[in-house]
Nanobody
């Protein structure tokens, strides 16, 4: 089993940048499709970005396209989410997750991290 562990969340201001990290323990990420999801107060959990480890293909939600970038470092078993031009609406708990399927649907992800809080003040 793969065990994602997120880090990097903190309080920032509107327009700031922040990079989140997701490190795999247990099995390496190369066997999985890895995604970032977020859940804001009073909102449902939503897809943010995903990456296929082997093919290095990336996928983004329309709300973050052009501002966020997902990437991987194979030698470190780590997936990054670079977030630029942050807005208050980006405030949420961000989760890293993995699945053996090629999907961006949260319900089809099997392995989840504990989440890291990102707060964007106005």
């Amino acid at each position: 089993q793969v065990q994602p562990v997120e880090s990097g969340g903190r309080l920032v201001q509107t327009g700031d940048s922040l990079r989140l990290s997701c490190v795999a323990s247990g099995r390496p990420f190369r066997y999985y499709f890895v995604g970032w999801f977020r859940q804001a107060p009073r909102k449902e959990r939503e897809f943010v970005a995903a990456i296929s480890w082997s093919g290095n293909n990336t996928y983004y939600a329309d709300s973050v396209k052009g501002r966020f970038t997902i990437s991987r470092d194979s030698t470190k078993n780590t997936v990054y989410l670079q977030m630029n031009s942050l807005k208050p609406d980006d405030t949420a708990v961000y989760y890293c997750a993995a699945t053996t399927k090629a999907t961006i649907k949260a319900a089809e992800y099997d392995y989840w991290g504990q989440g890291t809080q990102v707060t964007v003040s106005s």
